[in-house]
């Protein structure tokens, strides 16, 4: 029996995966979660074979996720409404086994979870190519510091969240914004999240 763990912050679409996947004769459901970090606590007391992920949660994102778990070999599955290339780039880069869609016809959803953990990945073959080519130019901080932005946060603000002078965040906004051609954070910010990166 496959035991998956559900992750997904709208509970109507958590519902509807579930019972798709319990459905199935050698899928089991054993835990749904309402936000990254309740996916996170879950996936370590229980130790799912997959967990099935949004992309964007509350606390911990579906990225930030699978990074955490794919270390601990819990496969991780993103699915999402969000068919950026950025997006895709970024989850193959923190180790997810698969990226789908959710227009994807239903039965796509248990043949990707069998896929996964025969050891094979499941990817929407429409974003497999675009994200091949297309490269993230931000960094890790620069993606913090825009992303925190982004929300409305003041430099102040965002030094003391992530614990650096106001000095190095300026330098991050202006790099990230440079890189992005943009002419400010809030620009940089939409850019960003247009393409996936943030």
Same mark, same amino acid.
């Given at each position: 029996m ?6 997904? #912050?709208?509970?109507? /679409?958590?519902? @509807?995966?579930?019972?798709?996947? #319990?459905l199935?004769?050698d899928?089991? /459901? ?5 936000? %990254?970090?309740? !996916? $996170? ?6 130790? =799912?074979?997959?967990?099935?992920? #949004? ?9 930030? $996720? +699978?990074?955490?778990?794919v ?5 991780? /599955?993103i699915?999402t409404?969000?068919a950026?290339?950025?997006?895709l780039?970024? !989850? ?5 086994? %698969?990226?789908?869609l959710?227009? @994807? =016809?239903a ?9 996964v953990? #025969?050891? %094979? ?11 091949w080519?297309?490269?993230? =130019? *931000? ?5 913090? /510091?825009?992303? *925190? +932005? ?13 614990? *650096? ?20 954070r809030?620009?940089a !910010? ?9």
């Amino acid at each position: 029996m496959i035991r998956v763990l559900v992750a997904e #912050d709208q509970a109507m /679409v958590l519902g @509807a995966l579930s019972a798709l996947l #319990d459905l199935e004769d050698d899928i089991e /459901v054993i835990a749904r979660a309402r936000d %990254g970090a309740e !996916a $996170l606590r879950l996936a370590e007391q229980l130790e =799912p074979d997959l967990v099935l992920a #949004d992309i964007e949660m509350p606390q911990v994102t579906g990225i930030e $996720l +699978a990074a955490r778990l794919v270390k601990r070999g819990i496969k991780v /599955v993103i699915v999402t409404t969000f068919a950026r290339p950025g997006y895709l780039r970024r !989850a193959l880069d923190a180790g997810v086994s %698969g990226y789908l869609l959710k227009d @994807a =016809p239903a039965e796509h959803l248990a043949r990707a979870v069998r896929e996964v953990l #025969d050891g %094979g990945r499941a990817i929407s073959p429409e974003l497999a190519a675009a994200a091949w080519f297309e490269t993230d =130019p *931000l960094t890790d901080r620069e993606r913090q /510091v825009l992303r *925190l +932005a982004g929300e409305g946060m003041s430099g102040a603000r965002i030094a003391a969240t992530l614990r *650096l002078s106001e000095g190095t965040v300026r330098n991050y906004l202006s790099e990230a914004i440079s890189k992005l051609g943009a002419s400010n954070r809030v620009e940089a !910010a939409r850019v960003a999240r247009q393409c996936g990166w943030l």
